[in-house]
């Protein structure tokens, strides 16, 4: 018996030895996984920038946030443990000994683990300290290498660099002490407190040594904050009130003064705190620090708010006019929106529908872009995507390009690879990461809906042949595209010498018959090594890397796809736009991200968010930003990045240089190019930016206004219109040609404003959008409206309650369709006065995937005049010959206007439709019969050619004609 409980007490050490080990060893290798797959995030962003030219970019970010952390986890660790020492080693030897009964025990709790303790508390804020110092690297190269504005703020004379390379950074070093001094302060008292001494009771609560520790240590804190109080003065530049930015009367009578004294005060209780070492008595520094209390509250929020309210807000306009001017002129310009970038002119409104030729106004508007980017982007998708795993990105693009020696705007969208296309069953990691790689081609078509000779009119979208697009590119182009906005998380590519190509490629000019292809590209990381392949395969979560025969020593992976990722990670101090664009030119398609330098810290300048400055209709996510919140009150189009979609490559262009970008060049030298660098044929395609456009849209609202007076009564304030058909967001400028003073036409952008509150037209905002104009950005607000212009969402109510086409469109219900309606456009004809344009499409209402929207009708407003018709000469011809009742219009070939036959439904196409006109002039049976004859003939011309899905398509149509012709007949007997 006794030997069996001896072998019990022999099992239990084993056992918990064997915890211990365990418990040892599943910590460890989770420390082993989580530094494994750190190590691999970090060595492959590493492979990633060097494969992009950019590992200076990688080693100056690493190195400076290393530096970061090092530097400012050590003081904070130093402060922390530095006071606990030395509360420790001038603890008093000797306690009472009712004292050691209630914390002896604690004492000899921590006595064994003391020295860990004081270590791991040390490192622990240390980290935490680095962390937050590592996340202001920003802050820390801009002071670094940051310069001179050259412009002063008005109150206190600073330079403007001050406030934007300077300021956030010194804000943040006496935050950083303040911060460590006040963990250092309660770190030492809780030591003090635990050994002896600082006690709650008693005639002596703290020791000679732990009143000098404690007092210099609040003596420090209040000093930093005297720092903070005279710092916080600069801030008031930065000042949010109720009408403006920027120091305001009751910022400059009473906070400022306040922020002066209160340092004062500060100061003199420092003072009194370290003279407290020597005097040893708590009078006087309570008495200090009671003061600083109760003035921060008097002075701090008190007074202001009686100045505010006795003062400011019975004669506003007396008291802020001053201070209101200098926000409206730094606020112009810092946006870029002063006299030297906006002229106002007075629009003639000489519209007259009694006088004007439906043909020659046609012909005034022929370059309209009736086509809405957002609107046909389903179209696209569904009648050019060939396969169902290819998508086209939403919304469209529109860029110009010079067809037979003549600009021409074009909508453009790029065929890009969709993974929920690919059927479930193949959905494996070869077919996802080695077969289905890349997406090939741009589709193109005409914004104006005319073909390429540009003279005949259509409903139908008239497509960019192939052929077309050699010419506007110089030539045959790259067509694959490796890297776009859709493309997969990553792809392996490359195979061995001598074997076959396993890549899906969408084949020559479109075709439907798929081939396969490799990649040769110089973008991507060669994943030739097995230690790579490891590496990757912890990164991408996928052992895939080491066991699939797709990754050989020729393989290489693709990963940072998205062109504006790329261009962030090089650049990631620009705030980018949302929408890239693609260029067709030298043979390439490449991505343009516009970059923009921006700051917060502009004085006086008017803080707004970023996101509700570019919201409008087409506007789905914020792009990715360098700021750490979403306001800004300075904004420049510093960067115009590209990023090739073949290969990848990244490239950053200087465009519109400021001191920001000065400082960003000084950090990171070599990665923007000098904008004569910009190869000439993309410069054509450079456009002004988005964000910029509607950021100075939003701004101009109110700052178009330049007296201050006029100003604080807001009488003629402005508003960025909603857009009609999506309510919830701002209208989406447009891009078109524009009529100019000397005749010629000019790629512009443009949007309209009314009154605040008020739906009427008050200002159209058009800028010269050419790149390789010496006019380029300059803004034009077209003023001078007659008070009883239409609005956009005035016109839009008109064209929604006029009877005549409320009936057609309603039609659209009837057969079983509903109505989109397009971007409503503002166009001021120079020659002709004021035309309104919408498109209307129609879609089936089925909610079958493969519909789409088709043009039924462009509406048009001109005059006070409406119209409507299947394309915009038709609509114009409408319009003047009937007064604007919307009756029916006779088209060229004969007939009424009717409902528009409903979106299709069939297999998409393979190339652009070249079906005939669907329009009402056509809806009678015969007419229907002749069509499907014409379709019948066409499919079997396909079948001939061996391109059987355009002919199943074909027969499709042609086979829907028939059975419209036999309802027609049906219901006429």
Known sequence: MSEHYDDDRAEAPRSSGRLRVLTASALVLVIAIVL?????????????????????????????????FAVFGVLMAVVIGGSMVAAFRVRPFFTP?????????????????????????????????????????????????????????????????????????????VDFALTATALGLVAGVVVHYLYGGIKLQGSQRMTPAAQAHVSVLLGVFVLLKAVDYWLDRYDLVHSSGPLFTGIGFTDDHAVLPAKNILTGIAVICAVLLFLNVWRRTWELPSIGLALLVLSSVLLGLIWPAIVQGFQVNPSRSDKERSYVAANIAATRTAYAIDDAHVQEQTYPDTANASKANADALDEQ???????????????????????????????????????????????????????????????????????????????????????????????????????????????????????????PNYSVVGRPKGASSVELDLGSNGSDNATTTTYDGEGGVAIDSTFRQLLYAVKFGSASFLLSERVNDQSKVLYNRDPKTAVHKVAPW????????????????????????????????????????????????????ALPNDDINYMRNSVKATVDAYDGTVTLYEWDSDPILKAWESAFPGVVKPKADIPANLLTHLRYPDYLYKVQRYQLARYHVTNATDFLRGSDRWQVPESPSVPGHLQTPARMFLDSADGTQTWSMTSTFVPDSRSNLASIMTVNSEAGSSNYGKITLLTGFD????????????FRNNTKIAEVIGAFARSGSSAVYGNLLTVPLTKAGLLYVQPVYAVQATGSPSSYPVLAYVLVSYDGQLGYGPTLGDALTDALKNGGE?????????????????????SPSSGPSTSPSTSPANTGAAALLE???????????????GQYVKRERLIKQAEQKVSQAAGKLSAQQ
């Open 36 to 68: 494994v797959n750190r190590f691999a995030v970090f060595y492959t962003d590493r492979l990633w920038y060097d494969s992009v030219h950019a590992g200076h970019v990688f080693t100056t970010l690493f190195w400076t946030k290393v530096g970061l």
């Open 97 to 173: 000994e009712e004292e050691h009964s209630s914390l002896s025990r604690y004492r000899d709790a921590i006595t064994p683990i003391r020295t860990w303790l004081l270590i791991g508390v040390s490192v622990v804020s240390g980290i935490f300290a680095g962390v937050s110092g590592a996340g202001r690297w920003r802050s820390y190269l801009l002071w670094r290498h940051g310069g001179s504005f050259g412009q002063k703020d008005p109150h206190f004379h600073k330079d403007v660099g001050f406030y934007v390379f300077d300021l956030p950074w010194w804000h943040f070093l």
């Open 365 to 487: 508007a022929s370059s309209l872009p009736v086509a809405d980017p957002v609107a046909l982007q389903p179209q696209f998708e569904q009648t050019q995507q060939v396969k169902s795993y290819y998508q086209v990105t939403n919304p469209l693009d529109v860029d110009r390009y010079s067809v037979d020696g003549q600009d021409r705007a074009v909508v453009l969208g790029v065929r890009e690879v969709k993974d929920s296309g690919i059927t479930g069953s193949d959905r494996n990691w070869t077919n996802l990461h080695t077969v289905y790689t890349h997406s090939d081609g741009v589709i193109a078509a005409y914004a104006n809906q005319r073909d390429r000779s540009n003279t005949t009119e259509s409903r139908d979208v008239q497509w960019a042949q192939t052929s077309d697009v050699d010419d506007i590119s110089g030539g045959p182009f790259e067509d694959r595209i490796y890297y776009g906005e859709d493309s």
């Open 574 to 625: 620009l705030t980018l736009d949302n929408n890239p664009y693609p260029v067709v030119t030298g043979g390439r398609i490449v991505w343009v991200v516009d970059g923009y330098t921006t700051t917060d810290e502009y004085p006086e300048s008017e803080r707004k968010s970023l996101r509700d400055m570019t919201d409008d209709a087409s506007q789905a996510t914020p792009g990715l930003r």
């Open 787 to 798: 008070q009883n212009a239409s609005g956009p969402a005035q016109v839009y109510n008109a």
């Open 886 to 906: 919307g009756s029916t219009t006779t088209t060229p070939g004969g007939g009424a206007t009717g409902s528009p036959t409903p979106s299709p439904t069939g």
């Open 931 to 945: 069509q499907a004859k014409a379709l019948f003939a066409q499919a079997d011309e396909a079948g001939k050619a």
